[in-house]
């Protein structure tokens, strides 16, 4: 499983958007890049995955460059309610499932 | 109710006692996992299971035992609790698409 590294804090205003990259060098040919949301005493929730180029979903956009060792999870016009802890993961179909949370990048929304 | 579910969702406990959390989940999913997360840090895998009678180790498995009888339910079992075990307990399913792994609502467990 590829490891990830992500910064550990950003903070936003409310209607900005945000930006956060995820770096995964040593990603492998078949592994997906999926991004988690947690927000505090809740369990993780899935947002978005992707393989290459852009993934856009009702939540989040997900890009993706051509060599795919990094990823950029874009939340539009964030709001207090998206301050919350976001995880980078990378897998694939063939590791079983197993998924290695990193310490994820926490995002604090101010009004 | 659809999903997944856990019990109890708080419990203080004893060193050297047992504690079993429980898990339980409604779409049949194969795979479900357990992990820990400790106050300010990511999740540790603990155990999973591919199937009924299936489980192997994950990141930090020592201490714990698990068991998987029905496909609906995975049992987390401390043996004998420890301070160290003292966090929050997570238990999820995976879904159709890769990566995708549901959460359930998680177990938050003190031991003195």
């Known amino acids: 499983l590829a490891k990830t590294t992500q910064p550990i804090s950003m903070d936003s205003y409310e209607g900005q958007e945000v930006n956060i990259t995820c770096s995964h060098n040593?990603?492998?040919?078949?592994?997906?890049i999926t991004w988690y949301q947690q927000f505090p005493s809740q369990g993780p929730r899935f947002i978005i995955q992707?393989?290459?180029t852009k993934v856009t979903n009702e939540v989040a956009s997900l890009f993706i460059p051509a060599d795919r060792k990094s990823s950029t999870l874009s939340l539009p016009r964030v709001s207090l309610s998206d301050t919350a802890v976001y995880y980078c993961?990378?897998?694939?179909?063939?590791?079983?499932?197993?998924?290695?949370f990193g310490q994820g990048t926490t995002l604090q929304v101010k009004p | 109710d659809a999903g997944i579910t856990q019990s109890p969702r708080y419990k203080i406990t004893e060193t050297g006692r047992q504690v079993t959390l429980m898990c339980h989940q409604t779409?049949?999913?194969?795979?479900m996992f357990w992990y820990r997360q400790d106050l300010g840090h990511g999740l540790r895998l603990i155990y999973y299971?591919?199937?009924?009678?299936?489980?192997d180790k994950g990141e930090v498995p020592d201490g714990y035992v698990v068991s998987r009888s029905k496909t609906e339910n995975f049992p987390l079992t401390l043996e004998s609790a420890t301070r160290s075990q003292t966090s929050v307990y997570f238990c999820?399913?995976?879904?159709?698409?890769?990566?995708?792994?549901?959460f359930g609502p998680g177990t938050r467990l003190t031991v003195l």
């Open positions: 779409w049949s999913h194969s795979y």
């Open positions: 999820a399913s995976h879904g159709p698409s890769y990566n995708e792994q549901f």
């Open positions: 040593n990603i492998a040919t078949n592994d997906y």
């Open positions: 299971s591919a199937a009924a009678d299936i489980t």
């Open positions: 993961l990378v897998g694939g179909s063939s590791n079983t499932g197993k998924l290695i």
């Open positions: 992707g393989y290459k």
